[in-house]
Antibody, heavy 120, light 110 residues
Framework: QVTLRESGPALVKPTQTLTLTCTFSGFSLSTSGMCVSWIRQPPGKALEWLALIDWDDDKYYSTSLKTRLTISKDTSKNQVVLTMTNMDPVDTATYYC????????????WGQGTLVTVSS | QSALTQPASVSGSPGQSITISCTGT?????????VSWYQQHPGKAPKLMIY???KRPSGVSNRFSGSKSGNTASLTISGLQAEDEADYYCCSYAGSSTFVFGTGTKVTVL
């Protein structure tokens, strides 16, 4: 059974750095083809793909946010971490982590999401 | 990586069929048969309804079907039911391990 769960602060101040952790089970990021992505959704708005890390530790980012994002993994802990620098109120959103199996390139399992509010 | 274009809203009566379009470019939808569709109820995580343009995951009703022509993908819901009222998002693989989502469509069951 594949599960993912996001954790991190609910509130951050403008200009701070956000660090989110995705803890997953039911698959291993050391298995060829496995990937984990981060996706966000501002309140009342559409989903936005942010970043992906694969089994081979290759990392890919949204073009528009590339300079602010860093994705990393700890395979032994079954965790993926996303950091986003210089947070702004427009970054207020629910942040999801999700699994992708390379080749089929389908986001098949999602976490429940964590709401991050950026406010002073 | 511009968002795929979807109609903001689509509505239908119970039992009717509706179709949601998802228009991209030759760099995403048009290049790959890797379009998926997600259903999202308020306050919930998205749920995979269609993958690889027209395939249904186990457990998803066969009232949901997908297709693609050129740069536009479509999701059809037949026999519309009250429980189908939700937001729907398309998503396309865009090459180099990147993805792009649609603008989202609110489906209302009249």
């Amino acid at each position: 059974q594949v599960t993912l769960r996001e954790s991190g602060p609910a509130l951050v101040k403008p200009t701070q750095t956000l660090t989110l952790t995705c803890t997953f089970s039911g698959f291993s990021l050391s298995t060829s083809g496995m990937c984990v992505s981060w996706i966000r959704q501002p309140p009342g708005k559409a989903l936005e793909w942010l970043a992906l890390i694969d089994w081979d530790d290759d990392k890919y980012y949204s073009t528009s946010l590339k300079t602010r994002l860093t994705i990393s993994k700890d395979t032994s802990k079954n965790q993926v971490v996303l950091t986003m620098t210089n947070m702004d109120p427009v970054d207020t959103a629910t942040y999801y982590c999700a699994r992708i199996v390379g080749g089929g390139w389908t986001i098949d399992y999602w976490g429940q999401g964590t709401l991050v509010t950026v406010s002073s | 990586q511009s968002a795929l274009t979807q109609p903001a809203s689509v509505s239908g009566s119970p039992g009717q069929s509706i179709t949601i379009s998802c228009t991209g470019t030759s760099s995403d939808v048009g290049s790959y048969n890797l379009v998926s569709w997600y259903q999202q109820h308020p306050g919930k995580a998205p749920k995979l309804m269609i993958y690889e343009v027209s395939k249904r995951p186990s457990g998803v009703s066969n009232r949901f079907s997908g297709s693609k022509s050129g740069n536009t993908a479509s999701l059809t819901i037949s026999g519309l039911q009250a429980e189908d009222e939700a937001d729907y998002y398309c998503c396309s693989y865009a090459g180099s391990s990147t993805f792009v989502f649609g603008t989202g469509t609110k489906v209302t069951v009249l």
